[in-house]
């Protein structure tokens, strides 16, 4: 099946990367040497239309698919991944306006886009470990309405959230829980941004503490007990913006590493002469778009509703092993230029590290397609 882009999208993918191009590099580096969030970029990227845009008009957004907005999400990353990440400021959203009733999307919505609000999505328990079964992190009903306690870990967006989305266990029946829409400002909540990471530095990350606090039951999610069905349902849509967000952080390595090679000069000429050099540019272009291309098919099935499980896990496998052979060379190819701090290669590689932190969860699913397989 072949896939191409429209004219529509096209466009999306150069006026993302104009804007990108433009904002991000002033500020790139001191985002990530002093671990800050680019506000700034981020209002003016909400200006814009860019962030939120997958959410319906009628809520705000610019009816874009899961592809498109995936588009200015992969140029971003191609531009810088620290700063790319202004648009997962609304990330939770996809699940709310899935499963959300009229009266929380026209509650929590509209302000995504606008940037008049921020919605953070805590699904990893405090346990040292990234395990998304709420064991700790418990909901109690209490005079009409529920009372959270407990602990998550590497919530993106924790101190600046407005809202976030909590997947909890139900305190009486241990194989039930729900996703809370818990208010940030409530009594009880407390977010710690976690400092010194490797990688992603300009983006707020932090651990969340939960003492008692109360969340109304109309701000549930989805019917009762069915937190784990949702989750599965986001952690779909998160594996889509991974691979759009490696293939982005990948076609920009590789696009460095053309470019030095034209300017960089041993023995009198270029590097790009050189025939080994030649070959590690030609294969890293060959597995991008590999990869691309599984891309562009897992995103099909998923916005048309098709069987897109297996096409989504096989993407996200790969890629992975893209960006790893990708960034590897990349260093390879700038020599000790690559590995230092003056230069953008170092802090890609450093960001390449973020979309393989949830490596545990791909090792499963790709023993789950070898069994289907072998069947």
Same mark, same amino acid.
């Given at each position: 099946?072949? #896939?191409?882009? !429209?004219? #529509?999208?096209?466009?999306?993918?150069?006026?993302?990367?104009?804007?990108?191009?433009?904002?991000?590099?002033?500020?790139?580096?001191?985002? %990530?040497?002093?671990?800050? #969030?680019?506000?700034?970029?981020?209002?003016? &990227?909400?200006?814009?239309?860019?962030?939120?845009?997958?959410?319906?008009?009628?809520?705000?957004?610019? =009816?874009?698919?899961?592809? /498109?907005?995936?588009?200015?999400?992969?140029?971003?990353?191609?531009?810088?991944?620290?700063?790319?990440?202004?648009?997962?400021?609304?990330?939770?959203?996809?699940?709310?306006?899935?499963?959300?009733?009229?009266?929380?999307?026209?509650?929590?919505?509209?302000?995504?886009?606008?940037?008049?609000?921020?919605?953070?999505?805590?699904?990893?328990?405090?346990?040292?470990?990234?395990?998304?079964?709420?064991?700790?992190?418990?909901?109690?009903?209490?005079?009409?309405?529920?009372?959270?306690?407990?602990?998550?870990?590497?919530?993106?967006?924790?101190? @600046?959230?407005?809202?976030?989305?909590?997947?909890?266990?139900? !305190?009486?029946?241990? =194989?039930?829980?729900?996703?809370?829409?818990?208010?940030? !400002?409530?009594?009880?909540?407390?977010?710690?941004?976690?400092?010194?990471?490797?990688?992603?530095?300009?983006?707020?990350?932090?651990?969340?503490?939960?003492?008692?606090?109360?969340?109304?039951?109309?701000?549930?999610?989805?019917? %009762?007990?069915?937190?784990?069905?949702?989750?599965?349902?986001?952690?779909?849509? &998160?594996?889509?913006?991974?691979?759009? /967000?490696?293939?982005?952080? &990948?076609?920009?390595?590789?696009?460095?590493?053309?470019?030095?090679?034209?300017?960089?000069?041993?023995?009198?000429?270029?590097?790009?002469?050189?025939?080994?050099?030649?070959?590690?540019?030609?294969?890293?272009?060959?597995?991008?778009?590999?990869?691309?291309?599984?891309?562009?098919?897992?995103?099909?099935?998923?916005?048309?509703?098709?069987?897109?499980?297996?096409?989504?896990?096989?993407?996200?496998?790969?890629?992975?092993?893209?960006?790893?052979?990708?960034?590897?060379?990349?260093?390879?190819?700038?020599?000790?230029?690559?590995?230092?701090?003056? =230069?953008?290669?170092?802090?890609?590689?450093? %960001?390449?590290?973020?979309?393989? @932190?949830?490596?545990?969860?791909?090792?499963?699913?790709?023993?789950? @397609?070898?069994?289907?397989?072998? &069947?």
């Amino acid at each position: 099946m072949e #896939f191409e882009l !429209s004219d #529509f999208e096209i466009d999306i993918m150069k006026a993302a990367s104009e804007f990108a191009n433009k904002e991000f590099p002033p500020i790139s580096k001191d985002c %990530d040497n002093e671990e800050r #969030f680019p506000i700034d970029v981020w209002r003016k &990227a909400c200006g814009l239309g860019f962030v939120g845009s997958f959410i319906k008009s009628e809520y705000g957004g610019n =009816d874009l698919n899961t592809l /498109q907005y995936c588009l200015i999400l992969r140029e971003f990353w191609k531009v810088d991944p620290g700063c790319g990440n202004v648009l997962l400021t609304t990330l939770g959203a996809e699940i709310i306006e899935k499963y959300g009733t009229i009266e929380q999307k026209s509650r929590y919505l509209p302000g995504l886009p606008k940037g008049k609000s921020i919605i953070g999505i805590a699904m990893f328990e405090d346990n040292g470990n990234l395990e998304i079964v709420p064991r700790k992190t418990t909901a109690e009903m209490k005079g009409g309405c529920y009372v959270v306690s407990g602990g998550k870990n590497f919530v993106i967006n924790g101190t @600046l959230s407005d809202f976030i989305l909590v997947l909890c266990r139900d !305190s009486v029946r241990d =194989d039930s829980s729900n996703i809370l829409i818990v208010d940030t !400002s409530k009594k009880g909540f407390k977010a710690d941004k976690l400092k010194n990471k490797l990688g992603i530095r300009a983006t707020d990350i932090a651990r969340v503490d939960l003492n008692g606090v109360e969340v109304q039951v109309e701000d549930r999610l989805g019917e %009762d007990g069915n937190g784990l069905e949702i989750l599965k349902h986001f952690l779909d849509v &998160a594996k889509i913006y991974e691979c759009a /967000q490696g293939l982005g952080l &990948a076609g920009g390595a590789m696009n460095r590493s053309i470019s030095y090679s034209k300017s960089r000069r041993q023995f009198n000429r270029p590097i790009k002469s050189f025939q080994a050099i030649q070959q590690k540019i030609a294969d890293m272009y060959i597995k991008l778009h590999a990869a691309e291309s599984l891309f562009y098919r897992s995103c099909h099935y998923f916005d048309r509703g098709a069987d897109y499980k297996n096409w989504i896990t096989i993407t996200n496998i790969f890629t992975r092993e893209v960006i790893s052979y990708i960034l590897y060379e990349t260093v390879q190819i700038h020599g000790g230029y690559g590995y230092v701090k003056e =230069d953008d290669i170092e802090r890609f590689y450093r %960001d390449s590290q973020f979309i393989r @932190l949830f490596n545990e969860q791909t090792t499963i699913e790709r023993a789950k @397609l070898g069994e289907l397989l072998t &069947a």
